[in-house]
């Protein structure tokens, strides 16, 4: 089966917001993300609400910074999946391949203002 790497710091790590988007349980690694800081992004998105069960949701940003760093999950998951994980994500993130701590090579979502700085 063909599976992608998906690496997740926020609510995709949420049994219910799994359940809501891909009809199943997420089983992943702890791993983190180098050169990034992590905020809050206000949600608008009403289906979004639903599934977190929250209005704010975190989001990471590129510093380029050494010393920051995200903690998260990694996960696989079907190709089906990750555009459903495309869906679910509203218009402040924007997706991109990232290498993590571990060497692993995974799609992540990152504030859309991180493209720029990264570009």
């Known amino acids: 089966m063909n599976t992608e790497k998906l690496f997740s710091y926020g609510t995709l790590r949420y049994e219910s917001v799994q359940l809501s ?8 690694a702890v791993d983190s993300l180098p ?3 992590m905020s809050k992004v206000k949600i608008k ?3 979004v609400i639903a599934a977190s069960g ?7 940003t590129y510093t380029g ?6 903690d998260g999950m990694v996960f696989e998951i079907s190709p089906a999946e990750l555009k ?3 869906s679910y994500e509203v218009e402040d993130y924007k997706r991109i391949q990232v290498k993590l701590t571990s ?3 995974a799609w992540v979502y990152v504030h859309v203002e991180s493209i720029e700085l990264l570009s």
């Open 21 to 28: 988007n891909f009809g199943r349980k997420l089983h992943g």
């Open 35 to 37: 050169g990034f800081g």
């Open 45 to 47: 998105d009403s289906s």
């Open 54 to 60: 929250e209005d704010e949701h975190p989001i990471i």
């Open 65 to 70: 910074k050494s010393t920051d760093s995200v």
């Open 84 to 86: 459903k994980a495309d």
């Open 103 to 105: 060497g692993i090579l």
